[in-house]
């Protein structure tokens, strides 16, 4: 079972206006991380938020967590085209720490 | 370029043939990880090793795929007799043993296998 569920699947913005993602997941987490990834390439880490963090912010990204609600968001603020990428959040628990994606969010941001 | 590399970037092997897949983590990683990525899906969770042990396999781990981090530094991912089935993104990834308590785990650039 996916771990991780993005809202919504696809998501198209012109430049310079802000994204934003969701993200659920369904059991309790130690942190919660955020991937970026351009078509074919590999997942690039954007943040990690602790499960005992709220928010947390990196540049233009802002990530929040809700573990009552078991979910997070990902804001990109004053997007720009070379955001154009699908994200990612991922999640595990535990000493082995896998993580479990879901299918991710396609950002398509145009100039 | 996260310091995890992999190789080769793009595999193209007819069916039936082996193909090996290999990973240099970051150097002081001793926990590295593979995944499998098919297109439109998020990548899933194949294996992982602490150091040269190989401490969990998921069931998508057939018997055809096997695993190995000899000196608890590089890996390799084989899988023989291909399938088309196993056309798909290979990922490396690594990190500290720590990650529950909030170190990163960095990926590559993946392995992309074509089965025809």
């Known amino acids: 079972s996916q771990q991780g569920e993005e809202d919504p699947q696809a998501l198209s913005i012109q430049e310079g206006e802000n994204a934003t993602m969701n993200c659920s997941y369904k059991?309790?987490?130690?942190?919660l991380q955020w991937y970026r990834q351009n078509s074919g390439r590999g997942l690039v880490h954007l943040i990690l938020?602790?499960?005992?963090?709220r928010e947390k912010h990196s540049g233009r990204l802002r990530v929040t967590l809700d573990t009552s609600k078991k979910s997070s968001s990902l804001l990109i603020t004053a997007s720009r085209a070379a955001d154009t990428a699908s994200y990612f959040c991922?999640?595990?628990?535990?000493?082995?720490?896998?993580?479990?994606f879901g299918k991710g969010t396609l950002l398509t941001v145009n100039p | 370029d996260t310091g995890v590399s992999q190789d080769p970037r793009h595999k193209i092997t007819k069916r039936g043939q082996n193909v090996t897949f290999r990973c240099d983590p970051i150097?002081?990683?001793?926990?590295l990880y593979w995944y499998r990525q098919t297109l439109g899906q998020g990548p899933e969770f194949l294996t992982y090793?602490?150091?040269?042990?190989?401490?969990?396999k998921s069931r998508l781990l057939s018997d055809r795929f096997s695993a190995e981090r000899p000196k608890g530094s590089f890996s390799t991912l084989e899988i023989q007799r291909t399938e088309q089935g196993d056309s798909a993104m290979y990922l490396c990834?690594?990190?500290?043993?720590?990650?529950?308590?909030?170190?990163?785990?960095?990926f590559g650039e993946g392995s992309w296998l074509t089965v025809v």
């Open positions: 990834a690594s990190s500290l043993s720590e990650v529950q308590s909030g170190n990163t785990i960095y």
């Open positions: 150097s002081e990683h001793n926990r």
């Open positions: 090793f602490q150091n040269e042990a190989q401490l969990e």
């Open positions: 991922a999640s595990g628990l535990g000493s082995n720490y896998k993580l479990t």
């Open positions: 059991t309790s987490i130690n942190n």
């Open positions: 938020i602790r499960s005992n963090e």
